[in-house]
């Protein structure tokens, strides 16, 4: 397929966890003659989200468009789409995976988010659940990003750690790219 004519459009479906709704999607999708480059599944309580990145040609883009809100509403989904362009990953210096882990206490994730917010960092993925163990709440979470260029990591990674004291967590950085 040439560049010019690549389009991309990601799509979230969200709507309750039932058998064959993410065939069916796919299937609208294959049927539209677009590919999925990218796609994330999770279950939150008992709906189903599903978000994909799909490329094809301008024809093709405009089909799921147009026949997407009609198969959401015949499955139970909400949806949404959005056109977009392919990320460009010439502005970082690297991508990085935290994990991290403690008590379960309100506001850990916003600080954490928030902090990576003041370095510029660009969050790509996160996913956190809570969990119990020995009669206490516990929270877990891992998130993968990008580092800018202009970031120096390893004084990032300092400062981390004296956040990660005051929140009482656990942790492990690990370079993925």
Do not use: W
Request: aromatic share 8%; with cysteine.
């Amino acid at each position: 397929m040439a560049e010019l004519a690549k389009q991309q459009l990601v799509i979230t479906a969200i709507g309750e966890d039932q058998p064959g709704v993410v065939s069916a999607l796919t299937q609208l999708v294959s049927d539209c003659n677009c590919n999925i480059t990218d796609s994330r599944i999770a279950i939150l309580g008992n709906e189903l989200t599903f978000i994909m990145l799909l490329c094809g040609d301008m024809a093709a883009i405009s089909r799921v468009e147009h026949t997407l809100p009609a198969t959401g509403m015949e499955l139970g989904l909400l949806t949404m789409m959005k056109r977009t362009s392919s990320h460009n990953a010439e502005q970082y210096s690297g991508g990085y995976n935290l994990e991290y882990h403690g008590v379960d206490t309100p506001g850990t994730l916003s600080q954490v988010t928030g902090y990576f917010a003041e370095y510029g960092i660009s969050i790509c993925s996160l996913k956190s659940d809570t969990f119990d163990k020995e009669e206490q709440a516990y929270m877990r979470c891992e998130l993968e990003f990008n580092v800018p260029q202009e970031l120096d990591i390893d004084a990032f990674k300092v400062s981390f750690e004296a956040l990660s004291q005051r929140l009482e967590i656990d942790y492990i950085f690990r370079r993925i790219r």
